[in-house]
């Protein structure tokens, strides 16, 4: 089992900044990817980025180059650094983590909220 616990969100103006973080627990060493996805209010969960335990990472078109993707020395965490935030950033945000070797594959973190005024 893995377990994930979020930070980081809040509310701030366009244009501004927030760093989300996200730590596992549990069984880390099955952890071969970890990644942020958010859902907006009347909107399907999308995946914001994504980073693998051989630090590869994909972001989606609409944060790239607003948006990066760590991880921690540690390598059970990892961080969304946002910048230039935009008020269609607006959702809660949820880390993810995914772990085929174990009986329950994937796993999510509880959800924090990112909202940007404008």
């Known amino acids: 089992q893995v377990q994930l616990v979020e930070s980081g969100g809040g509310l701030v103006q366009a244009g501004g900044s927030l760093r989300l973080s996200c730590t596992a627990s549990?069984?880390?060493?099955?952890?071969?990817?970890m990644g942020w996805h958010r859902q907006a209010p009347g909107k399907q969960r999308e995946l914001v980025a994504g980073?693998?335990?051989?630090?590869?990472?994909n972001y989606a078109d609409s944060v790239k180059g607003r948006f990066t993707i760590s991880r921690g020395d540690a390598k059970n965490t990892v961080y969304l650094q946002m910048n230039s935030l935009e008020p269609e950033d607006t959702a809660v945000y949820y880390c993810n983590a995914e772990a085929p070797a174990l009986r329950v594959p994937n796993y999510w973190g509880q959800g924090t909220q990112v909202t940007v005024s404008s």
């Open positions: 980073i693998t335990s051989a630090g590869s990472t």
């Open positions: 549990g069984s880390i060493f099955s952890i071969n990817a």
